[in-house]
C-alpha cells in the first residue's frame, strides 16, 4: 500500500497526542479519587462508577480520528478487478472413455458438475462459452453472460454428442478460439481477453495436431489450461468385455506449456474442484492501483457511531 499525500499522515501525531493527553487526565482523576477520604459520601455522589465502559467511547473516537487521517492521506492499493470483455470457454471431452466409474459416478458426471461450480463461481459480467469434443469438436454455449443458457449447455453434454468416438483435442481448442473470435464485431480484429480450459482423460487420438491448435492459441495470446481428470485404475466396460482407460495428461501439460496456460490433474470429484477453483482465481482479472481510501473512511464512520451510541446509552441522565 502506498499514499498519495503522505504528508498527511503527521496528523496522526496529533491523534497521538489526543490519547496521551487522555491517559494522563484519568491518572490525575484517579490520584484525586484517592485523596477523597471520606468513601461513604463518595458513593453517595457516584454510586455507579462505569469503570471499563467509560473508555470504550474514548477508544473508538480516537480509532476513528486514526482512520479517517489514513483515509486522508489518499491510499492506494492493487486490486485485482475483471477485465472488460473478459471471455472462458470451457472445454469438455465426452468420449466413451469418459464414462469409466473411477471418479463416481462416472468420470463425465463428476466433469459436468464441477464445470458448473467453476462457471457459477466467475463474476457475472464474465463471457462464458461451451464445448464438447470426442472425435470431433461442437460448440454447444457461444460466449454469453446468461449462466442459465451456460448451465443448460453443461446439462446437454453427453457421450456421443460430439460426433464419433475419439480425443480430438486440438479440434476443442480450435473451436474455443472460434467462439472467442466471434464474440463480437471487434473480437475479429483484436481478441478480447481470454482463456480456454480443456478438461479430458485421455491423449489426442483424433483430429489436428494440438501442437498447431497450441500454436494457434498463442498467437492469439490466448492461454490453454488444462486439467487430465481420472486415474490411473479407470475402465469402462463394452462388448461383454472390460477395458482400461487409464489418465493420460502428457498431451494437455505440453498444450498448457506451450501456450502459457497451467497444467492440473485431478482424480477425484473434490480434486476437480479445487482445480477449478484455482483456475477461476486467476482468468479474467487485471490488477490496477486504485484509491482505497472508502475502506478507511468508512470504518472510521462506523467507529463513530459506535462511540456515539456508547456514549448515549451509557453516560446520557434522564431528568
Not at 241 to 246: G, I, L, T
Amino acid at each position: 500500500m502506498s499514499f498519495e499525500s503522505p504528508v498527511r499522515l503527521w496528523l496522526l501525531v496529533g491523534v497521538a497526542a489526543i490519547a496521551v493527553l487522555y491517559l494522563v487526565l484519568q491518572r490525575r482523576r484517579s490520584r484525586y479519587a484517592v485523596r477523597f477520604t471520606n468513601l461513604r459520601l463518595l458513593d453517595r455522589v457516584a454510586p455507579k462508577r462505569p469503570g471499563w465502559r467509560r473508555h470504550v467511547a474514548a477508544t473508538l473516537f480516537l480509532s476513528m480520528l486514526a482512520l479517517l487521517v489514513v483515509g486522508f492521506a489518499r491510499p492506494s492499493d492493487e486490486v485485482r478487478v475483471p477485465r472488460e470483455r473478459a471471455t472462458v470457454i470451457v472445454a469438455v471431452d465426452v468420449s466413451l472413455s469418459m464414462m469409466a466409474t473411477d471418479v463416481a459416478p462416472d468420470r463425465l458426471t463428476s466433469a459436468k458438475s464441477a464445470a458448473r461450480d467453476f462457471v457459477q463461481g466467475l463474476p457475472e459480467e464474465f463471457n462464458v462459452g461451451l464445448v464438447g469434443f470426442a472425435g470431433n469438436a461442437s460448440v454447444f454455449v457461444a460466449p454469453v453472460t446468461d449462466r442459465e443458457a451456460m448451465y443448460n449447455g453443461i446439462e446437454r453434454l453427453e457421450e456421443g454428442s460430439a460426433g464419433e468416438q475419439g480425443t480430438a483435442i486440438g479440434e476443442a481448442i480450435y473451436a474455443a478460439l472460434g467462439s472467442i473470435q466471434s464474440l463480437d464485431a471487434e473480437a475479429a480484429e483484436e481478441t478480447p481477453p481470454a482463456r480456454v480450459v480443456v478438461l479430458s482423460d485421455g491423449a489426442n487420438t483424433a483430429g489436428r495436431d494440438p501442437d498447431e491448435a497450441s500454436a494457434a492459441a498463442t498467437a492469439a495470446g490466448v492461454p490453454v489450461d488444462t486439467i487430465a481428470f481420472g486415474t490411473e485404475s479407470g475402465a469402462i466396460e463394452g462388448a461383454g468385455r472390460r477395458m482400461s482407460v487409464p489418465v493420460d495428461g502428457e498431451t494437455l501439460d505440453a498444450v498448457a506449456r506451450q501456450t502459457g496456460g497451467t497444467y492440473h490433474q485431478a482424480g477425484s470429484s473434490d480434486e476437480l474442484r479445487a482445480v477449478y477453483e484455482d483456475i477461476g482465481s486467476s482468468v479474467g482479472y487485471t490488477t490496477e492501483r486504485q484509491d482505497v481510501s472508502a475502506r478507511f473512511i468508512g470504518i472510521g464512520l462506523v467507529l463513530a457511531l459506535g462511540a456515539a451510541a456508547a456514549s448515549m446509552f451509557w453516560f446520557s441522565r434522564i431528568p
